[in-house]
């Protein structure tokens, strides 16, 4: 491609947005922002997109087969799911004026996933034990009403994604495509040039599963996630399932007398410690929440938060939410606030954080609006309980409780995740197989996704320097940026047959072939666009050789013959494409 027929350009003089990765495709002419959240991909960012997603489709080919299913649904269908009213990312399409209203009012759908489609979609061709497992995948937009696009094509309102489904007649055969999945999964992400800071992370289930899934985190700093990683056992947590212990601090061990103390409209946690000359380690927090199945109480170590999924599955409920004041005055006999561990009802479930199984002399709210207990202790104010829990939300510090040592805590960003939706779905639409037996079963489910934009978002965050990026060989848009520098005759015609042989030898080739524009500014632009070889001609380079060659990751440069350029070019491709293995 030559750069004068290309569409775009380079958009240097653009703002700095949010994210690196924003700033670079827009300034290099790979995406342009339609509006928050929306993203055009150019010529050059649609070439990087294309290549991320031939190589997942490469991977899923091995474990499923693909089809492309519709962007909008009848809402019926998320009805049957029970989903229509739940999932708070659902966009609704509906007439934009009264003319189109008039030729059909009807509402849709605008999916952001696809279980609604594909799960009545198999119960119509796969019927029988004979047809299963089956597995099926497309690579689609999809479309989210995000509270806030941020981190460029990262989290948008509008991405692409692949997502994958399987169906089975048993929890095992389940579990063992989901292990082919994950395989596979790593395989893609080994292609793409981010196996070695991508790891497997435990995670929630969502809106998804009960059960816990597993992510596919890639260290990142522009991420949105927290991964708690052991080192010993490789195993990762994303931070909102993340196990943890905390870590013992320096305490005086000698009990001190009971004390009751009166601080009005002191609630808050900094401000409870400032007022009683305590830290927030030898504070407690406890909180009431209503569930299902009515009130529970669960108490933390001041210096943590309440994790509502771990609290979830202690308590065994599905729904939680915060306790009215109503509740709380009922429960505890105390305006809001004043919550604590001390002469609690009996007939109430309590759970309490093993982070406070050990404190001395520790406050709580003594149920008694205004007042909090100081100078605790467990067995001589309060019987201690036989069991502890992990309710809390884990922070750096904390250790992994299994083999005790501390966490090492990372930002991250998730670019797959992969789900055991057992017969969530399966059931809504009564979706059941006929066994050997002709006897009605039910069938098992899986989901697997990956966000191919917002690979490519993570891929310019972990490949770049302060003048551009640096594309992996294997997802660049060109991978020779050819440049060539003045108008002289014997330029131009090198240059010419240059850009002609790297197409005849079917090497991706972009050519700036721009006259008007500095020597500076070209390189500028090489930089900036990150194809992974530069080869520039120019006077200069005639007179040491011929063809001046440098990788855009490298600073070395080397200078050839044009007769052997093309031999040498290749050579810097086997290397770099060996670098992957």
Known sequence: MRYTQMLT?????????????????????????????????????????????????????????????????PKEVWETTGRFSTVDVLFKVVPANETSKNKNGAEYVLNCTHEELITPLAKKF?????????????????????????SGIMRGREFRMKDLYSFHTSVDDLKMYYEKAKAAYFTTFK???????????AASGGDFTEDFSHEFQTRCEAGEDTIFFV??????????????????????????ALEKVF????????????????????TTKTLIFDTEKGPIICSVRGDYEVNVLKLKKCAGVKQLVLASEETVKKVTSAEVGYAGIYNLPSDIPVFIDDSIA?????????????????????????????KFYDIKEAKLGDMFPVTGEVYEVFKSAEVGNIFPLYTKFTDAVDYKFVDANGTLKQVYMGSYGIGTSRVMGVLVEKFHDEKGIIWPIQ?????????????????????????????????????????????????????????????????????????????????????????????????????LRNALK
């Open 263 to 282: 601080g009005e409209n002191i609630i808050g946690v900094a401000e409870l410690c400032e007022f009683m000359g305590i830290s927030a380690e030898n």
């Open 231 to 256: 080192q010993s056992t490789k195993e990762a947590f994303n931070k909102e399932i993340a196990p943890s212990r905390s870590v013992s601090f320096d305490q005086d061990k000698e009990q001190k």
């Open 191 to 201: 292609r793409l040039g981010l196996e070695k800071d991508t790891v497997l992370a």
């Open 126 to 150: 796969a019927t029988s034990y004979k047809d299963l497992p089956k597995a099926v995948y497309q690579i689609q937009s999809k479309f989210r009403n995000e509270a806030r696009a941020k």
């Open 475 to 575: 997802v660049a848009p060109y991978v020779v940026h050819l440049v060539s520098l003045g108008d002289t005759v014997e330029v131009k015609e090198m240059a010419n047959k240059l850009y002609e042989e790297l197409q005849h030898k079917n090497i991706e080739v972009l050519w700036d072939d721009r006259d008007t524009i500095s020597a500076g500014e070209k390189f500028a632009d090489a930089d900036l666009i990150g194809c992974p070889i530069r080869a520039t001609i120019s006077t200069r380079s005639i007179e040491k050789g011929g063809v001046e060659l440098k990788t855009r990751s490298g600073q070395d440069v080397e200078y050839v013959s044009a007769e052997i350029a093309i031999d040498t070019i290749q050579k810097m491709i086997n290397l």
């Open 358 to 386: 050990d404190l001395v002399n520790f406050e709580t709210g003594a149920n008694e609006t205004h007042y909090h207990m100081k100078n605790m202790n467990w067995g001589r104010d309060i019987q201690k309980p036989e």
């Open 9 to 73: 350009k380079s958009q240097k003089s653009s703002k700095t947005f949010d994210s690196v990765n924003a700033t670079l495709l827009i300034r290099g002419g790979f995406v342009d922002q339609l509006m928050s959240g929306v993203y055009t991909f150019l010529p050059l960012g649609w070439r990087v997109l294309k290549k991320i997603e031939d190589i997942v489709r490469e991977e899923m080919d091995k474990i499923g087969e693909e089809v492309f299913m519709p962007a909008i649904a």
